[in-house]
């Protein structure tokens, strides 16, 4: 059975950190490009950070670049999302999923419509 699973949200003070992590089962993860998202309450979901299977090149939104790093781990299976200096405007459900495009650079504005596969998602709050 092919699943996603996110871990590690969580509330967090403002300035904290957190590491997402999405593991995957039922498939091997380092062949498939991965993004992060998240969906705020009453906003759109917006495509965070990806991973290209290509070249290993990684892409942020402006809003996170120089604080999230988007890593992955082939011997765990897992895919990680490093959030540091994290602002109350970063507090959403996040989640991961595998794309069919193995290059996702330029692609963070509408790469909901490479998606294979979703996890569930992990609610991130940061406090004031």
């Known amino acids: 059975q092919v699943q996603l699973v996110e871990s590690g949200g969580g509330l967090v003070q403002a300035g904290g950190s957190l590491r997402l992590s999405c593991a995957a089962s039922g498939f091997t993860l380092d062949s498939y490009s991965i993004g992060w998202f998240r969906q705020a309450p009453g906003k759109e979901r917006e495509g965070v950070s990806c991973?290209?299977?290509?070249?290993?090149?990684?892409d942020y939104v402006d809003s996170v670049k120089g604080r999230f790093t988007i890593s992955r781990d082939n011997a765990k299976n897992t895919v990680f999302l490093q959030m540091n200096s994290l602002k109350p405007e970063d507090t959403a459900v996040y989640y991961c999923?595998?794309?069919?495009?193995?290059?996702?650079?330029?692609?963070?504005?509408?790469?909901?419509?490479?998606?294979?596969?979703w996890g569930q998602g992990t609610q991130v709050t940061v406090s004031s």
């Open positions: 991973l290209s299977s290509s070249d290993g090149s990684t």
């Open positions: 999923a595998t794309l069919f495009a193995r290059r996702c650079n330029g692609m963070l504005t509408h790469m909901g419509r490479v998606v294979d596969y």
